[in-house]
């Protein structure tokens, strides 16, 4: 019987690791410059988590979550994001307070039962953060300045930032109103979606990709033209602070999220090297949620990053990530010389350094053919004539100059031929 990975879901090869490790060291020291923490939580909560939060009439809610009972018949969620689950988080471990700002991030999975296409996985991954305890309009525009910091670090160019406000519950109701009312009039020539979306939730509707609904919301009235006052300003402020930063960006009064517990401030970045799917980064300003979960009122604001995304655009950009390699390869002929180079790789690796040997029993020329595919840095070649004389010859695998050193000073003189002590990238 032959298996597959499941539809929808990806493995990530030794080949593509290298990229992934860049992309994940990059989030870590960018979120770092920026005073964040990391903070990790369970792949799967319990339903309500996500349900209430997100928003039942969500298409992560009512058709994308992985949703099953465990053996006592709890109703569990593999987590379709995880600005709730974090919520829930901060929350039970009281991590919360309005005179403090708490900052975290997080890597990892996230799982949305969705039609699989280029840019769009049933399990991807994001890295993300999130800011609690201040709705101060700088705060939207720190968190907007990091996304793009973060590419920027990354070496990638080619992406903008769409940023909208979507308002508070005062001034939404007013909006949905204006909003049916226009759509009310177009009704028929709609997609079934979008019909259901104008009675469950009309923001939504700004938010249909099919064709045939494309030409209606192109003229359908814009949340920027419904905001209260108190909104007005709190978008003038970011857009301010964000000018001041120099942080360039685009007004979309189309841009509405796919999750319901955002206010004010939304944005994505969008990269002209992705399809349809375009968003590589999607967050926004949730200031009622933490109260929603039964805790005090405290704004926050956030995004995450689609890293699967993220890696498309890398790969199509050709920016580098360093190939992962072996510094030194023994090569071993007969048993004893093996017995030799299990102890000289032990002290290779106690040093820092990466090591390996043959475990197939291949011919030298099979080894050294090995060792190049592997990119080693060195070779040492260990025979029977070796082990008589205690003594092999060591081969720089790029200038291919090859000379004698004792199994006692492997180590001394390695680190004097690439100068380190030693990771041997040179
Ligand atoms: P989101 O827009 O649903 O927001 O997801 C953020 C990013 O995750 C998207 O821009 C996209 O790059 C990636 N993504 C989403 N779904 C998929 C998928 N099926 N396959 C591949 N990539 C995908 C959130 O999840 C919010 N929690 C962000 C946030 C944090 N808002 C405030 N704080």
Redesign the pocket.
């Known amino acids: 019987m032959k298996y597959a990975a499941p539809r929808?879901t990806k493995d990530i090869l030794p080949d593509e690791a290298p990229l992934w490790q860049a992309i994940e060291r990059a989030c870590r020291e960018t979120f770092g410059l920026f005073n964040y923490r990391e903070i990790r939580t369970p792949v799967f909560e319990s339903t309500e988590v996500f349900s209430r939060s997100?928003g039942d009439s969500t298409d992560?809610v009512s058709k994308?979550m992985y949703t099953f009972a465990d053996r006592k018949g709890r109703s569990l969620t593999l987590r379709?994001?995880?600005?709730?689950s974090?919520v829930r988080a901060a929350l039970e471990n009281n991590l919360l307070s309005t005179d403090n700002l708490l900052k975290v991030y997080y890597l990892g999975p996230?799982f949305?039962y969705?039609r699989?296409q280029a840019?769009?996985?049933?399990?991807?991954?994001?890295a993300?953060?999130?800011a609690f305890g201040s709705a101060d309009p700088s705060l939207d525009a720190e968190t907007v300045q990091l996304s793009v910091k973060l590419f920027e670090n990354l070496g990638l160019k080619e992406l903008a930032v769409d940023l909208n406000s979507v308002g508070c519950p005062e001034c939404q109701p007013v909006f949905r109103e204006a909003l049916k009312k226009y759509f009310a009039a177009h009704l028929a020539e709609l997609c079934d979606d979008c019909r259901q979306r104008f009675a469950a939730n009309p923001l939504r509707l700004l938010d249909c990709k099919e064709a045939r609904c494309q030409k209606y919301i192109e003229q359908a009235p814009a949340m920027i033209d419904h905001l209260d006052p108190e909104c007005q300003a709190h978008f003038a402020k970011v857009r301010g602070w964000l000018d001041g930063l120099k942080v360039k960006y685009r007004v979309n009064d189309r841009l509405v999220?796919?999750?319901d517990?955002?206010t004010r401030t939304?944005f994505?970045?969008v990269s002209k090297q992705l399809g349809a799917?375009n968003?590589?980064?999607?967050?926004?300003?949730?200031d009622n949620l933490v109260k929603q979960f039964g805790g005090k009122s405290v704004p926050?604001?956030?995004?995450?990053?689609?890293?699967?995304?993220?890696a498309e655009i890398m790969g199509k950009s050709k920016v580098k990530s360093q190939k992962s390699k072996v510094d030194l390869f023994i090569a071993v002929l007969g048993e004893q010389a093996k017995k030799v180079a299990f102890d000289l790789m032990s002290q290779a690796r106690d040093l820092g350094l990466s090591a390996d040997t043959d475990f197939l029993g291949r011919s030298l020329s099979a080894q050294l053919k090995a060792a190049d595919r592997l990119g080693a840095g060195y070779v040492y070649i260990i025979g029977d004539d070796e082990l008589a004389k205690r003594s092999a010859a060591l081969k720089n695998m790029k200038t291919a100059e090859q000379k004698e050193v004792p199994f006692a000073e492997l180590f001394t003189q390695f680190a004097g031929e690439c100068g380190k002590g030693c990771s041997c990238e040179e």
């Open positions: 929808g997100i992560i994308e379709p994001e995880a600005t709730a974090v996230m949305r969705e699989p840019g769009r996985q049933r399990q991807f991954h994001q993300g953060v999130e999220r796919g999750l517990y955002y939304v994505e970045v799917q968003a590589v980064c999607g967050g926004g300003r949730y926050a604001i956030g995004f995450a990053v689609g890293l699967e995304r993220l």
